[in-house]
């Protein structure tokens, strides 16, 4: 056997361990004691003095596995246990403060914005905390162990889950709809977490109330029974609920000076510090419902996929950068093959009429006439199409143009006829603006811009002018159908484009019943 040499460094080593182990017994040791004093302390129950780390954390991790399937963000509440050694610290911290008797109640009356407080354990949680406040109640300190488990996951679970439905709504735009490139934002795991951190639950409660003008004056009305004008009570009642889902996402204008298209409505505001100080009404993009066949009131749960109609608008957030007056329309391969070489196959002076260039491999062809269009087909269509400004132009005289992934944007048109009618849902997917220089004057103000604008719009240039805002614009293209107007009245607007249908499929298991 060979001898291993004894080097001195090796001392401070061993003489570092030695002093370093009973500081960690004694920390686990006051762990343990502290749990005891702090459940008796709360409870004044005598079996707690029994109690200690070692014997409550297989108890919570079995009760936490039976409950898991069951609690909302499972992830998130586990970390946050396990960050602090899964002491019980709701119960130590909320239950003699009066929080975990007021969580109940708050969870029994979500039903005061349409959502369905049966998916919440209220009973076990008042179960649970009458328990530990009847000293005599637990007689076995496995059953003060199980008393408090379930009472902590219960309470992790229904807070979070409470409090993310009403500062976050409980559906995921994104998640449903196919064409919602808005910005909005879900809870995060730090979000959540303070939420389980905070030193009173009730306060917190209360500050999370939605208190918007919109929301109280909708939520006022669903508690009233309200049943809006040329709507039945069932149909009304669901326009309601769908809408004050929709105020509670996290998506809404928050600059002093934004610019807002409310799809349903046809209509562009501009708003300056919550006022609406220019509107009009607009044309958006076709949609699959425009004749209203499918509604709220005979809903039967077939829409939950969302299935958009080619033309419609998305709902999207960005920046109006700049404006392009006399433009050039780069027309979508989708308009092309539907249209544009249906019309050319027809008339052979179609383009010409309508100053529409052709191009292939980049270069432009001088003489598209002599093209059999009628042997084109989508298949095999290799031209692009251009329409030069003018008077026919589609996009009219100018356009403002923001970044978005849809290539949408604002324009003026030169049919002015779709303005007259309810019903503007006639576009391609863009906006049509009722009145383009009005916005314009709103956006730059009065100065050189404006007047290049103004100059340009009534002369037939054959080019572009392309021109920066001085101070980029938010735009937000939204869907709105139910609101309360300025004197009160719930307003309500057809649901165009089915999305309604949608939402409210996928609202079935949270609503009040």
């Not at 502290?34 to 954390?57: L, S």
């Not at 928050?254 to 708003?271: A, M, T, W």
């Not at 031209?383 to 944007?409: A, C, M, T, W």
Request: charged share 25%; aromatic share 10%; with cysteine.
């Amino acid at each position: 056997m060979i001898p291993i040499p004894f080097r001195k460094h090796f001392i401070p080593i061993i003489l570092s361990a030695c002093l370093v182990l009973p500081a960690v017994l004694q920390s686990c040791k006051k762990k343990h004691e502290m749990i005891a004093e702090d459940m008796f302390r709360i409870t004044q129950n005598e079996i707690f003095k029994k109690a200690d780390a070692e014997g409550y954390i297989p108890v919570f991790k079995r009760i936490f596995t039976k409950y898991r399937s069951k609690t909302a963000n499972p992830l998130v509440i586990e970390s946050f246990f396990k960050k602090n050694e899964y002491q019980p610290l709701l119960v130590i911290n909320h239950l003699n403060n009066g929080d975990l008797e007021a969580l109940p109640e708050y969870l029994d009356k979500i039903n005061e914005h349409g959502l369905d407080p049966t998916i919440y354990p209220s009973a076990e949680i008042k179960a649970l905390v009458a328990k530990l406040k009847d000293k005599k109640a637990i007689k076995t300190i496995d059953e003060a162990y199980e008393t408090v488990a379930k009472l902590e996951v219960l309470t992790a679970g229904a807070l979070i889950k409470y409090s993310n439905a009403l500062q976050y709504g409980v559906i995921n735009p994104k998640k449903i709809y196919s064409r919602y490139f808005m910005a909005t934002r879900r809870p995060d795991s730090t979000t959540m977490l303070a939420t389980l951190n905070r030193a009173d639950f009730k306060t917190f409660l209360d500050s999370i109330q939605p208190k918007s003008p919109q929301y109280l004056a909708l939520q006022k009305a669903y508690r009233d029974s309200v049943t809006i004008e040329g709507l039945s009570r069932e149909e009304s009642k669901r326009y309601l609920l769908v809408s004050l889902e929709r105020l509670r996402w996290r998506n809404k204008p928050f600059e002093p000076k934004y610019v807002i298209v409310n799809i349903p409505d046809f209509r562009l505001d501009v708003i300056e510090d919550g006022k609406s100080v220019l509107n009009m009404k607009v044309c958006v993009g076709q949609g699959r419902n425009m004749k209203n066949q499918n509604t709220l009131e005979h809903f039967d749960d077939t829409a939950r996929a969302d299935k958009p109609f080619p033309r419609e608008t998305p709902i999207l957030n960005s920046l109006i950068h700049s404006v392009e007056v006399n433009p050039i329309w780069n027309i979508p391969r989708s308009i092309a093959t539907k249209e544009i070489i249906v019309e050319a196959a027809d008339d052979r002076y179609y383009l010409s009429n309508k100053n529409i260039d052709v191009f292939k491999d980049g270069k432009k062809i001088e003489d598209p006439e002599t093209i059999d269009w009628s042997q084109v087909t989508p298949d095999n269509l290799e031209y692009e199409f251009k329409q030069r400004p003018g008077e026919d132009n589609s996009l009219g005289k100018i356009k403002f143009l923001f970044k978005n992934r849809s290539s949408v944007y604002l324009h003026d048109t030169p049919n002015k006829e779709a303005f007259r009618h309810a019903m503007r849902a006639v576009s391609h997917g863009c906006v049509r603006l009722g009145d383009p220089l009005g916005l314009a004057q709103n956006l730059f103000g009065e100065g050189a811009d404006l007047d290049t604008i103004s100059k340009d719009m009534v002369e037939d240039k054959p080019n572009p002018t392309n021109i920066g805002l001085p101070k980029k614009t938010p735009i937000y293209i939204t869907y709105v159908t139910c609101w309360a107007d300025d004197n009160g009245t719930i307003q309500y607007r057809p649901d165009v484009y089915g999305l309604d249908i949608v939402l409210y499929a996928h609202l079935q298991s949270f609503l009040a019943k």
